[in-house]
């Protein structure tokens, strides 16, 4: 069994729970997931079966968005209502919520929660927390395309963005640039790429058989491909000269996904991916 299968994570499941969860369902053990999804955060979680696992690199960078809920007044260690408190502060009203939120969208520099599992030094962010020791953490540039108030009254946004983004620490810097202290309520992640919420599956409809596994061809049809008659020296690893427009691009064969080649110099090309 070898694809994507989209699953709807639900609150207080590991994305690690997921995926041993399936590989006693599916009896197989070659299971991976692209974009980890927080315990008490639900939504997509796009799963990796079998030989799509060895496609990772290149399914992970890419844009996602989220329906997500504010909290103000108070200040935590992880950005979201679930991790230590830090501060408390009473409460401004927000003159005008919508205009907050829309000033969010472009590309800014942000700084990731300290629970998150960045490395400094070769040592996630949360390992320091935990050890109560102080770390500097070093802003990182994202992008947030798209921002729409959804209800004013439970300050509940959706939000389009790139990968690496941190919902958490949207809802900390709106609260911040409002006078106030906030972090996040709750997180429904319903996008990830062409991947949609909608299209995905409980883990109790895939013990049912109720689910598709979406070809691996289809998950990467955002790079260009080049279709192989002879695939011997593709399997062989050979850098290979051809005459093509691309950096990167899919190698397939009998329109399966075979290699992922990009551009080494001039115009030879090596494999950095292969698929099969």
């Known amino acids: 069994m070898n694809g994507i299968l989209l699953i709807n994570k639900e609150k207080g499941m590991t994305s690690h729970d997921v995926v041993n969860r399936l590989r006693k369902i599916l009896h197989m053990k ?3 997931h692209t974009g980890t999804l927080d315990p008490q955060a639900s939504g997509l979680l796009v799963v990796l079966l079998g030989t799509a696992c060895k496609a990772l690199p290149y399914l992970e960078d ?3 968005e ?11 260690i992880s950005d979201d209502i679930w991790g230590e408190v830090q501060e408390v502060r ?3 009203p927000i003159a005008d919520f919508p205009a907050l939120v829309r ?3 472009g590309v800014q520099q942000q700084v990731p929660p300290l629970i998150s599992s960045i490395k400094v030094n070769g040592k996630k962010l949360y390992e320091y927390a935990r050890a109560k020791q102080s770390v500097t953490v070093k802003p990182r540039q994202v992008e947030i395309y798209e921002m729409e108030v959804l209800e004013e009254a439970s300050l509940r946004f959706r939000c389009r963005c790139s990968s690496g983004t941190y919902v958490r620490a949207i809802c900390r810097d709106m609260a911040l640039q409002s006078g106030n202290l906030g972090c996040m309520k709750s997180l429904v992640r319903t996008q990830v790429g062409r991947f949609k919420l909608s299209d995905a599956v409980t883990l109790e409809q895939v013990e049912k058989g109720m689910f598709q596994i979406i ?4 998950a990467l049809r955002h790079y260009p491909q080049v279709a192989l008659t002879d695939p011997s020296d593709v399997l062989n690893g050979k850098h290979l000269r051809l005459d093509v427009p691309y950096d990167q691009f899919l190698f397939t064969y009998q329109d399966e996904p075979l290699a992922i080649y990009r551009r080494h110099h001039d115009c030879v090309f090596a494999c950095v991916r292969g698929l099969w």
Do not use: C, N, Q
């Open 215 to 218: 070809p691996l061809k289809e």
């Open 30 to 32: 070659k299971i991976g």
């Open 90 to 92: 009473e409460v401004t």
């Open 103 to 105: 000033s969010m969208i």
């Open 62 to 64: 890419v844009d996602k």
């Open 66 to 76: 989220y329906i997500a809920e504010m909290e103000l007044g108070r200040k935590t």
